[in-house]
């Protein structure tokens, strides 16, 4: 089945730089923590997608550029459901996305954020000094 396992696609030397970490909300509100990719490595981490609401994809490069990409699962009932995440380098700037269905995958107008410098994301969000040790955890941990 495609969409039992998250999968993540890029060029070989981008993904060794690479971490993904991921939180899954469920209707109640409840969080789990997993890595999905680490330094190249994909672990096999089951999408759930009945009991997931909410997947928080926490992106990290070299530790020192990063990005949350945050989506609803709203295609957990689609005939064509995919859990694909994309990693790419165009123009010098490291681009992630999420497509969660077959016939997304070719567009090129799907959602996608840039990674920035992780101090600059941290001021931009206005990360407090008694969450920065978590979310930092989130961008770089690594198993």
């Not at 995440?85 to 123009?91: A, R």
């Amino acid at each position: 089945m495609d969409n039992e396992y998250f999968q993540v696609f890029g060029n070989k030397e981008l993904l060794e730089k690479c971490k993904i970490n991921l939180v899954k909300i469920d209707e109640a509100g409840n969080e789990s923590v997993n890595n999905i990719l680490c330094n190249g490595k994909l672990n096999q981490i089951k999408t759930e997608n009945e009991s997931a609401a909410i997947y928080k994809f926490y992106f990290s490069y070299k530790d020192s550029y990063v990005e949350l990409l945050t989506t609803e699962n709203i295609f957990r009932n689609a005939s064509d459901q995919v859990n694909n995440l994309y990693i790419e380098e165009k123009d010098n700037i490291i681009y992630v996305k999420f497509i969660g269905r077959k016939s997304d995958i070719e567009k090129d107008d799907v959602f996608r954020k840039a990674l920035i410098n992780k101090e600059k994301y941290y001021e931009i969000n206005a990360i407090s000094h008694n969450d920065l040790n978590q979310i930092d955890s989130l961008f770089t941990k690594c198993n």
